[in-house]
């Protein structure tokens, strides 16, 4: 089937570490999304990558860092500048034509002890 | 991308009409409605889009008032899964390929 994956549903990580989320989509999307969300809050954008080898920073990109080597795939390294790291990530990508719907994996929840 | 403007909470008995308003007054001409829910601890999930005329698919209708300013997402029989939290969200065609702008948006509990 056709979709947007994130790997692994639950991430623990101590303090101090770097660690990477997975991202993969079989959708031939060129656009990809990094989103952040906190418990009650919506959704905030963290990095965002148009097309491949290409990325922008997104409204909270300050101790994030991505790569788009591939057009399947867009990894998010939280690092240990992250001051508060713990939190529900969530992919998503999307054509860049037409009315662009976009398609969002099931979240990866990072918890930094 | 305008703005768009949702009340925080509603609730709506499992079976009836579920009506989700959404303000846009300052939408442009070019500018889409979409609408998206999240249920909990999930993705967000595209539910449907319009620009001007009213829009029904398998999971909702959308209506939007003529001058466009604002908009209703109707779920006709709400059920139980239909708990969620539901975002409209306005965007123009030539920003296709930039991340959408997602709010607070209206949580929605169905009950018994």
């Known amino acids: 089937d056709g979709g947007i994956t994130q790997s692994p549903k639950y991430l623990f990580r101590k303090e101090g570490q770097n660690v990477t989320l997975s991202c993969e989509q079989n959708?031939?999307?060129?656009?990809m999304y990094w989103y952040r969300q906190d418990p009650g809050q919506g959704l905030r954008l963290i990095y965002y990558?148009?097309?491949?080898?290409?990325?922008q920073k997104g409204d909270i990109a300050e101790g994030y860092s991505v790569s788009r080597e591939k057009k399947e795939s867009f990894p998010l390294t939280v690092t240990s500048a992250q001051k508060n790291p713990t939190a529900f990530y969530l992919c998503?990508?999307?054509?860049?034509?037409?009315?662009?719907?976009?398609?969002f994996g099931q979240g990866t929840r990072l918890t930094v002890v | 991308d305008a703005k768009t403007t949702q009340p925080t909470s509603m609730d709506c008995a499992e079976g009836r009409a579920a009506n989700l308003p959404c303000n846009h007054s300052t939408i442009s001409g070019n500018e889409y409605v979409y609408w998206y829910r999240q249920i909990h601890s999930q993705g967000p999930q595209y539910i449907i889009h319009g620009l001007k005329n009213n829009e029904t698919n398998e999971m909702a209708s959308l209506i939007i008032t003529e001058d466009r300013k604002s908009s209703t997402l109707i779920l006709p029989h709400a059920t139980l899964r239909d708990t969620a939290v539901y975002y409209c969200i306005v965007r123009a065609l030539s920003n296709s390929g930039y991340a959408l702008n997602f709010g607070k948006g209206t949580s929605l509990l169905v009950t018994p």
């Open positions: 990558s148009q097309i491949v080898n290409d990325f």
């Open positions: 998503a990508s999307s054509s860049r034509t037409g009315t662009a719907e976009a398609f």
């Open positions: 959708l031939n999307h060129d656009a």
